[in-house]
């Protein structure tokens, strides 16, 4: 048997039979090549670049003295703000004591697979942590296929096609949108499709929301609005607050599922038995939003749309094939043109093919496999994150609202990001 690659090791470190989260070992091996003297560019983990706003910082050093216990729901002001929140931005009704607050929505998914009783179906691609929770708590995973064509999105076809041969069987479908890994997104038309299924089936709908703020137009829709009685909502801080390591998540629940969320109230006692008191104060301030907040939320997208709309443009010219994002950080091109080129060079899975790409550029993303597809597709997913966000959502508050940012922000404020999308068209043309 071929000996595993150093790659291939840090994205597969088995603990009883479970490897390691994909996004964490390509972080934990990019760093490795750095302390070695490698220049690597760092595309693997999905970690936001731009700071925690003042305001929600400002508002965590008030609270720093909070030290009680809070209530294992959440801090009532905070499950107020929530409910706001959606009511304001999406226009959805939702009783505060049905919002759930976790360390992380990570956390809040693991244990609602583990109260709920039902199969997960999860289309592919997917975040690489879905059904690997699924299989630790011993649920059955249903895989459902999407196509480029389609903007890897499922559609309601797909869904029904699943539901027909099992009519009654209980399930809980997982939608991300806008997506990691494509950073693509559904059609308020899309979605209202989607929930007819749903809705006749009575399949419960965990609707992963927390790029949502990161549409690029600032114009995301909820499923909820088409199917509110079975759909749960999954967010917090970490993507478009900046504040990943802060662990803060958060679900909504409509009055219809409320004996699930009891379900995981009582799992969350015995586990986490509440979220950090500090975090929670200053995730009210972000949660009521405000002038300051939602400028940066304007040049945040602003930035990501413009990383994302030239590296796509870099990577189709030279041979990828993109589906066009519409929120996040992510991109998912298809190196599938390029197939007999990288053949020729021993390249036969994507596995492989970003392996040799790291080696030989320094560049660092992740597999499309990871994400649930076939070794032999040759897909990836790019987190283009690798970059000063301060500098970058300064630099674009110099440039006016009504033009979209030059090519010169990208090399100025983003270099790495520009270096790196480069470096990796110079080895497609060699490949």
């Known amino acids: 048997m071929k000996p595993k690659s150093t790659f291939e090791k840090h994205l597969n470190l088995n603990v009883r039979g479970l490897p390691v989260s994909a996004t964490l070992g390509i972080n934990e091996l990019s760093n490795l090549l750095q302390t070695q003297g490698r220049q690597v560019y760092k595309l693997g983990l999905g970690q936001s670049p731009f700071p925690v706003p003042v305001p929600v910082v400002e508002a965590l050093q008030a609270n720093a003295h909070q030290k009680d216990y809070l ?16 009511q304001r931005t999406q226009s959805l009704n939702f009783n505060p004591a049905h919002i759930l607050v976790g360390p992380g929505s990570k956390e809040l998914m693991f244990i609602l697979q ?4 039902g199969d997960l179906v999860i289309p592919t691609p997917s975040w690489v942590s879905y059904a690997p929770q699924a299989h630790i708590i011993g649920r059955h995973v249903h895989w459902l296929p999407t196509h480029r064509d389609n903007r890897w999105l499922l559609t309601p076809e797909e869904l029904e096609k699943l539901c027909r041969k099992d ?15 494509t950073g693509c997104s559904y059609t308020d038309s899309e979605l209202k499709a989607l929930a007819e299924v749903a809705s006749a089936y009575q399949i419960i709908i965990l609707s992963d929301e927390i790029y949502g703020e990161l549409d690029f137009d600032g114009c995301h829709v909820s499923i909820a609005r088409h199917y509110p009685e079975g759909t749960i909502i999954s967010g917090g ?4 607050c900046g504040a990943g390591g802060w662990r803060l ?9 409320d004996w699930l969320l009891e379900g995981m109230a009582v799992v969350s006692s015995e586990t986490f038995t509440a979220t950090s008191a500090p975090i929670q104060y200053a995730a009210v301030r972000a ?9 940066y939320l304007i040049q945040s997208r602003r930035v990501l749309q413009t990383l994302c709309t030239t590296a796509c443009d870099q990577l189709r010219e030279a041979g990828a094939i993109i589906a066009p994002p519409k929120g996040s950080f992510y991109i998912f091109p ?5 197939r007999d080129n990288l053949a020729a060079r021993g390249i036969q899975t994507s596995t492989e093919m970003c392996e040799r790409i790291l080696e030989e550029t320094g560049v660092a993303f992740l597999p499309g496999s990871a994400f649930g597809r076939p070794q032999d597709e040759l897909t990836a997913r790019l987190a283009l994150v ?7 959502l300064a630099g674009a508050e110099r440039y006016s609202l009504t033009e979209p940012l030059p090519a010169e922000f990208i090399k100025s404020c983003c270099f790495k990001i520009s270096e790196a999308i480069d470096k990796l068209c110079a080895w497609m043309r060699e490949a």
Do not use: H
């Open 114 to 117: 583990l109260v709920y009783y």
């Open 167 to 181: 009519p009654s069987k209980p399930r809980i479908v997982i939608l991300n949108y806008p997506n990691n890994p």
């Open 249 to 257: 998540g958060t679900f909504a629940f409509p009055s219809t599922l």
């Open 287 to 295: 949660f009521k939003g405000g002038p300051l907040i939602e400028n």
């Open 334 to 338: 298809d190196f599938s043109p390029l």
């Open 71 to 86: 209530p294992v729901r959440g801090l009532p002001a905070l499950q107020q703000a929530v409910a706001d929140y959606y």
């Open 386 to 392: 690798d970059f000063d966000g301060a500098k970058a």
């Open 237 to 240: 801080l970490s993507k478009w």
